[in-house]
T-cell receptor
């Protein structure tokens, strides 16, 4: 089965360090989403892209978070500098506009711990 | 904000049908009902979606009331592997500009 690949699966970093999370969407999918999940807030949408262009990043703290799609096979989410409150599981999902009869496919997530 | 209301938790005996309700009283005519589930430590997984007719696939059945203000996801023979958080979401299908907005979902525990 086609899948969304996220790396790394786990990341522990010290406060103030830069963190980069990567996502490889399903080949041919043109929409990519970034979500963050915490116990308190649940699943929150951070940003999403269509054909590599950002459509909405209003869910992201702009001063420290940035999301990009350098090419169609890679999406990145960066946090600089990281803070303990950024500790969460970050999910990437991809889909194909006009053909979401099967919904969006999510990756297994990156579990980030900032100490 | 999520536009659906779900019970926070439910239990179901293994082998029995699990019926998960969802209220979406403000649903618009062009909005579909989607169901996803999230098994512990995994990403959400698509289950099924529908507009107004009942739908069935290999995972579940979706029953939507005639007024479309509520729906029920049915897992006909629940197994321990169905223990998960189930999310009911309403959105316009194929819209492109309305991503999935998750509420708190229903935590289903299947008990042996």
């Amino acid at each position: 089965d086609a899948r969304v690949t996220q790396t790394p699966r786990h990341k522990v970093t010290e406060m103030g360090q830069e963190v980069t999370m990567r996502c490889q969407p399903i080949l041919g999918h043109n929409t990519v989403f970034w979500y963050r999940q915490t116990m308190m807030q649940g699943l929150e949408l951070l940003a999403y892209f269509r054909n590599r262009a950002p459509l909405d990043d209003s869910g992201m703290p702009k001063d420290r978070f940035s999301a990009e799609m350098p090419d169609a096979t890679l999406a990145t989410l960066k946090i600089q500098p990281s803070e303990p409150r950024d500790s969460a599981v970050y999910f990437c999902a991809s889909g194909l506009l006009g053909q979401d009869n099967y919904g969006y496919t999510f990756g297994s997530g990156t579990r980030l711990t900032v100490v | 904000d999520a536009k659906t209301t779900q019970p926070p938790s439910m239990d179901c005996a293994e082998g029995r049908a699990a019926n998960l309700p969802c209220n979406h009283s403000t649903i618009s005519g062009n909005e579909y009902v989607y169901w996803y589930r999230q098994i512990h430590s995994q990403g959400p997984q698509y289950i099924i979606h529908g507009l107004k007719n009942n739908e069935t696939n290999e995972m579940a059945s979706l029953i939507i009331t005639e007024d479309r203000k509520s729906s029920t996801l049915i897992l006909p023979h629940a197994t321990l592997r169905d223990t998960a958080v189930y999310y009911c979401i309403v959105r316009v299908a194929n819209s492109g500009n309305t991503p999935l907005v998750f509420g708190k979902g229903t935590r289903l525990s299947v008990i042996a």
